[in-house]
């Protein structure tokens, strides 16, 4: 019976470890011919040398189900080695030889490191107690895959890295202090005609690992919910991810993109956008963009309430319905003939004892100003305080108190 039972072990296991290794390999079918849509994924969690991660596995698993929902074809793989990884990318490479899809989409979820204007990517076996360990043996050049992936010749390459974690301190392997930040990932220095890349935070800077949507990294949460959306690009969707990216973080983690691509490129299309008539009225809009006290950022919480109260304003609506209100992230690129509405606020602080109470009074005045081209158009100045305990609640409510006169105003946009 021990003997029995010791061959079977030894069966299962054979059989287990055939699966394994069967997940890190495409096989040699070939994609059928029929196949417009191919995604290759990768999600590490498991680092043996370096930080372990909660969410890449999970990021893969959410992406797979709505890229086949989709339509396209997915290899989806985890937790691969140094040597596993470079083996399922050259895999998927000579899958591409098969069929020229219309779309290559890259996903890499796990730790990256941008160096000297090369990136790297992590497999779970890195090892590295110094910088330049990353330059000759320890990971995969994302340049390199760029380089290969673009000698295929597809119309639009998609690449998506939601892998600026933080690693830890590192140091030059000479023992040179680093003078430049080496967390987060590089730009790139060179064009790639016909690539997007998004990155899930500004350059230099670390994404966060903690789990949002129950499941998922904020930044791979905000990408699948607006992947699926119908008639909007693949800008607009990464313009989304990137505006709820930035909200839900509390405006810490910025993620960007680099876009080289010949077109944009629509995933879903209903049947009255599949083929528009001639006739249809261009879409106008009126851009919000709200910038922070005395600095050209952009205050995307500001400009999200502006945008709420010009809504919900009925002569607005009443006056310019064929207009369509929406956030900007900057003012650049904006058409001749929109209608921009730039808002600008200062906030003053002072002490306010109430009752022996050591209290925070805010006064803030927005001033909303109406331009179209050079054109001023309106200008609205509102005002309004606050009081709290706590310096930046105080400054929020007075901000809400001043936006909620919005509603009361009459705009005046002269066409």
């Not at 985890?78 to 895999?91: A, I, P, R």
Request: glycine letters at 6%; hydrophobic letters at 35%.
């Amino acid at each position: 019976m021990i003997r029995y039972f010791k061959m079977f072990m030894c069966l299962f296991w054979l059989c287990t470890a055939s699966i394994i290794q069967a997940q890190k390999t495409m096989g040699v079918a070939a994609l059928s011919s029929a196949t417009k849509r191919v995604a290759f994924l990768i999600g590490n969690n498991n680092y043996t040398n370096v930080h372990p991660l909660k969410n890449p596995e999970r990021d893969v698993d959410a992406l797979q189900k709505v890229l086949e929902g989709l339509g396209f074809k997915v290899f989806a793989y985890k937790n691969c080695s140094l040597s596993e990884t470079q083996q399922v990318y050259s895999d998927f490479l000579k899958q591409l030889d098969h069929v020229k899809p219309e779309v290559a989409w890259v996903y890499f979820s796990g730790h990256g490191l941008g160096v000297n204007g090369v990136n790297y990517l992590l497999p779970t076996d890195t090892s590295i107690g110094c910088v330049e360990q990353l330059q000759s043996y320890e990971a995969v050049s994302l340049n390199s895959w760029i380089e290969d992936l673009l000698k295929k010749q597809i119309k639009h390459n998609f690449i998506f890295l939601d892998a600026c974690r933080d690693l830890g301190k590192l140091t030059h392997c000479s023992g040179a202090a680093i003078t430049g930040a080496v967390q987060g990932l590089s730009k790139p220095t060179e064009k790639y005609r016909g690539l997007l890349i998004a990155f899930a935070t500004t350059e230099g800077n670390t994404a966060d690992d903690s789990n949002f949507d129950k499941n998922n990294s904020l930044f791979t949460a905000e990408l699948i919910k607006y992947l699926p959306t119908p008639n909007i690009g693949i800008r607009q969707v990464l313009d989304l991810a990137k505006q709820g990216t930035y909200l839900r973080s509390g405006q810490t983690q910025d993620p960007k993109r680099w876009d080289d691509l010949v077109e944009d490129y629509v995933f879903v299309r209903t049947k009255s956008e599949a083929s528009p008539s001639p006739a249809a009225p261009i879409q106008k809009v009126i851009s919000v963009v709200a910038y922070k006290p005395n600095s050209s950022e952009v205050d995307m919480g500001l400009a999200k309430m502006t945008q709420q109260q010009l809504k919900v304003h009925e002569q607005l609506k009443a006056e310019y319905p064929d207009h369509d209100i929406r956030l900007q992230t900057n003012s650049k690129g904006l058409a001749a003939d929109e209608i921009v509405c730039t808002v600008r606020r200062q906030t003053e602080t002072s002490p306010n004892p109430v009752a022996g109470f050591n209290l925070i009074k805010a006064d803030t005045r927005l001033t909303l100003t109406f331009k179209k081209g050079q054109d001023l158009l309106d200008e609205i100045e509102l005002s309004e305080g606050g009081t709290d305990h706590q310096k930046n609640i105080a400054i929020q409510n007075s901000i809400e108190r001043a936006m909620e006169h919005l509603k009361n105003q009459t705009i005046n946009l002269k066409r």
